[in-house]
């Protein structure tokens, strides 16, 4: 089994910036993809950003690409999410997820992000 345990988040301002950790432990696996996911109320679960664990490979929704950046730390088997030039919407609590197969697998307990016009 693989725990996913996340951090970081809050309030922030519009404009300003937050960043989210994402720590594994548990299974030791060698290939595998990270993600981040967000919900806001009322709306699907949609995703953020992906990682490769292996090449370190990334992929953006359109609604963050530039804003926001995905990286890991291999040693601590870390993932990141550094937001920039947060928007009211934003807001919505966010999930790291892991691939190990043809879907995630694993999840966090969620984080809340909350961005303030």
């Known amino acids: 089994q693989v725990q996913l345990v996340e951090s970081g988040g809050g309030l922030a301002q519009a404009g300003g910036s937050l960043s989210l950790s994402c720590a594994a432990s548990g299974r030791t696996l060698s290939s595998y993809v990270m993600g981040w996911f967000r919900q806001a109320p009322g709306k699907e679960r949609e995703i953020v950003a992906t990682i490769s664990w292996t090449s370190g490979s990334t992929w953006y929704a359109d609604s963050v690409k530039g804003r926001f950046t995905i990286s890991r730390d291999k040693a601590k088997r870390t993932v990141f999410l550094q937001m920039n030039s947060l928007k009211p919407e934003d807001t919505a609590a966010y999930y790291c997820?892991?691939?190990?197969?043809?879907?995630?697998?694993?999840w966090g307990q969620g984080t809340q992000v909350t961005v303030s016009s």
């Open positions: 997820a892991m691939r190990t197969t043809s879907v995630y697998n694993y």
